[in-house]
C-alpha cells in the first residue's frame, strides 16, 4: 500500500487548508485512517482518525476545529482544517491501519503564519 499526502501549505492564522491522502497499491480492508502530525522539535503526535464503519476521534487540541472524513471508496481520507493556529504547524502524516500492517504517507507540510 503506498499513501500519497497533498494539500499542505502556507496559511495565516485563522484559515483553513484540507489535506488529503490517497492508498494505492493491493488495497484490502482498512481498520482505520488517520493523520498525526510533527512539529519541529516535537514528537510525532496523533491528530484525527476514522474507522472503517466512520467513527472518528480527535486530539483535544483540534477538537472542533479540523473534521475528518473519508471518500466512499474508502481509500482516500481528507483532513479539513479550520481556525488554524501557529501551533498548528507541523508536517501532518497519514496514516493506515490494516489487520496486519500499518502504512505511512510521506508527509506533507502545514506552516500557519501568526
Known amino acids: 500500500v503506498q499513501l500519497q499526502a497533498s494539500g499542505g501549505g502556507v496559511v495565516q492564522a485563522g484559515g483553513s487548508l484540507r489535506l488529503s491522502c490517497a492508498a494505492s497499491g493491493t488495497i484490502g480492508t482498512i481498520n482505520t485512517m488517520g493523520w498525526y502530525r510533527q512539529a519541529l522539535g516535537k514528537t510525532r503526535e496523533f491528530v484525527a482518525s476514522?474507522?472503517?464503519?466512520?467513527?472518528?476521534f480527535y486530539a483535544n487540541s483540534v477538537k472542533g476545529r479540523f473534521a475528518i472524513s473519508k471518500a466512499h471508496a474508502e481509500s482516500t481520507v481528507y483532513l479539513q482544517m479550520s481556525s488554524l493556529k501557529p501551533e498548528d504547524t507541523a508536517v501532518y502524516y497519514c496514516?493506515?491501519?490494516?489487520?496486519?500492517?500499518?502504512?505511512w504517507g510521506q508527509g506533507t507540510q502545514v506552516t500557519v503564519s501568526s
Open positions: 496514516n493506515v491501519i490494516q489487520t496486519l500492517s500499518e502504512y
Open positions: 476514522i474507522s472503517g464503519g466512520g467513527t472518528t
